[in-house]
């Protein structure tokens, strides 16, 4: 093609013959892409793209592969899941033994830490569903042990970390949660929700320093998978701190933004905290606080989500008992009102469908006081709800955020057993979500989960099958939905959601230059080979922040 005489820009790079999704409807595959300075110039054809190119221009061959826009996290707690990747990891423990031998040679080369921390262990590895401290007392009877559940929401301590934090018999916990005992009242070593913070309030936490040098090893991590933009579901002034040092240096390789963590305790100070640091928002295409997060409930497994009917599997010991609320409703939805008015994007956590009917609730109340406009309030996780709320997320325009990483078939037996057979058919409902039109903004809930990468997010959205193809034909198969509407919600909807979709989550002319280059089509390939797909290259704001080497 003859060089449009009106056309003046040259491409830094150009990027040919690739299968190129771009998240645009209007055209969802092209085969390049022209990249000037941090921005998208042009997709297209190879010959439209042509004209972009001079002496100066780099042209990288795809090679026939699949690129298209970088992972957005919709729902992370990066910060903590850096830090975790320097402590001991049971993520990938499939039983009891492996748990505990990967805590005793953690232990043996690490003979200079004070404490053994870390965590990661899924309810099912135990009878019951809960460790208790005599299986760490076995192997490190003189060091203190502290452990978190994979989700966070339960801790698991040995007898010295019990001893450390003078908990005994006579100890009790009134609270969100419990200090779980045996049948003879002795502290099992198993802890539930805010009862962990009787041992945690001991255990010494990362000074400054280490915290930057963790987010620096979660940063090159997250590259390794893609990951471009992270969407921060918990956050402080600290943390903000932390991430504008990395900006200032040059060394924020993801566009991060931070809901700020409220609870109980929240007080017009905060609100003013949180309004002057948003105010500082230099460059927000890098590093933006405009939300605030609150956490509702707990979660499905230890039966702290509320429920509108009682747990199934408590049914023969107390009929009645539907979960707990970790705020008061009133004050929550006086707080939400509150925020709703400064302008926050608000984020809650909701897991049982009770709870996500409170928050629909206290939004629309909000809303309806201080104007409906565009407001994008969001409720994370919403493992169940009613068919009557789903559709109310439509009409409020309330975003559902979700992580399709929690629904593996593996880890969901503990789970399902707390739901019962009636309730399943809307277990972490995406599919009737997208029936009512509602976008859907996906993430993974790192370190609450078994995995960052969102390939393992994305595989379990369209098959609802665990890696080895169990169960067969899925779980609740009416809830599996396409690729594509996969793919969306951890790109463009996940842009949608954090209000970000002018510039970020598709490939097209003006947008930031973020995207990935993955080893195999995922268009092409059976859809249970999905979670064997590897990054290969990471580009962000026009710059390789990670590659294998094959697209020099
Ligand atoms: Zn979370």
Redesign the pocket.
């Known amino acids: 093609m003859k060089k449009d005489p009106l056309v003046t820009d040259t491409a830094d790079q150009l990027y040919i013959n690739g299968h190129i999704w771009t998240a645009d409807a209007s055209h969802p595959f092209v085969e390049a892409l022209a990249v000037k300075g941090d921005r998208i110039l042009a997709v297209g054809s190879h010959t439209d793209l042509n004209q972009f190119k001079n002496a100066s221009t780099k042209v990288i061959d795809l090679k026939g592969k699949l690129m298209m826009p970088g992972f957005n996290d919709g729902?992370?707690?990066f910060l903590s899941g850096s830090l975790g990747l320097t402590v001991v990891d049971l993520v990938e423990a499939k039983t009891m033994q492996e748990a505990i031998q990967m805590i005793a040679d953690y232990a043996k080369k690490h003979p200079e830490l004070p404490w053994i921390t870390g965590g990661g262990w899924q309810y099912s590895l135990f009878p019951g569903g809960l460790p208790t401290k005599q299986m760490l007392d076995s192997i490190i009877p003189d060091r203190p042990v502290y452990l978190k559940a994979y989700?966070?929401h339960s801790g698991w301590a040995n007898s010295k970390a019990l001893s450390i934090a003078g908990i005994t018999k006579e100890t009790t916990f009134k609270g969100f949660g419990e200090l779980v005992k045996d049948k003879n009242g002795e502290p099992t070593g198993a802890f539930k929700e805010s009862a962990t913070g009787l041992v945690t309030r001991f255990v010494p936490g990362p000074n400054k320093a280490a915290k930057f040098n963790a987010l620096l090893t979660g940063l090159k991590y997250a590259a390794t998978l893609g990951i471009t933009s992270i969407q921060n579901?918990?956050g402080s002034r600290e943390e903000y701190d932390l991430y504008d040092s990395l900006l200032r240096t040059d060394q924020l390789t993801v566009r991060t933004s931070i809901a700020f963590s409220a609870g109980r305790g929240l007080n017009e100070k905060d609100i003013i905290g949180w309004k002057s640091i948003r105010s500082k928002n230099k460059n927000p295409k890098w590093l933006k606080t405009t939300a605030v997060?609150f956490?509702l409930d707990g979660v499905i497994e230890s039966h702290t989500a509320v429920m509108i009917d009682p747990y199934s599997d408590l049914l023969q010991l107390d009929s009645i008992y539907r979960g707990q609320y970790a705020i008061p409703i009133d004050q929550y939805e006086k707080w939400v009102n509150r925020l709703d008015q400064e302008g926050f994007q608000i984020y809650t956590?909701a897991i049982g469908d009770a709870s996500v009917r409170s928050v629909l609730n206290a939004y629309e109340k909000a809303m309806t006081a201080n104007g409906q406009q565009n407001k994008r309030h969001r409720i994370?996780?919403i493992e169940m709800t009613t068919t009557v709320d789903i559709e109310r997320f439509n009409k409020l325009g309330v975003l559902p955020s979700m992580?399709p990483i929690h629904a593996d078939p593996g880890t969901i037996d503990v789970w399902s057993k707390a739901v019962g057979e009636q309730r399943l058919p809307l277990s972490f409902p995406w599919a009737s979500f997208l029936q009512n039109k509602t976008k859907l903004v996906f993430?993974s809930?790192w370190p609450?989960c078994i995995s960052l990468n969102p390939i393992r997010g994305i595989h379990n959205a369209v098959n609802r099958m665990t890696t080895d193809g169990k169960p067969v034909g899925g779980w609740i198969p009416t809830q599996k939905i396409s690729l594509q509407d996969a793919l969306y919600a951890y790109t463009a909807g996940a842009a949608y959601g954090s209000f970000d979709e002018q510039e970020k989550g598709q490939l097209k002319k003006g947008y930031l230059a973020d995207f990935i280059v993955l080893s195999q089509d995922l268009f092409k390939i059976k859809p249970e080979d999905i979670y064997k797909t590897q990054v290969e290259l990471t580009v962000v704001g026009g710059k390789k922040v990670y590659s294998t080497g094959l697209y020099e």
């Open positions: 729902h992370v707690h989700d966070g579901a918990s997060k956490l956590h994370e996780h992580q993430g809930d609450a």
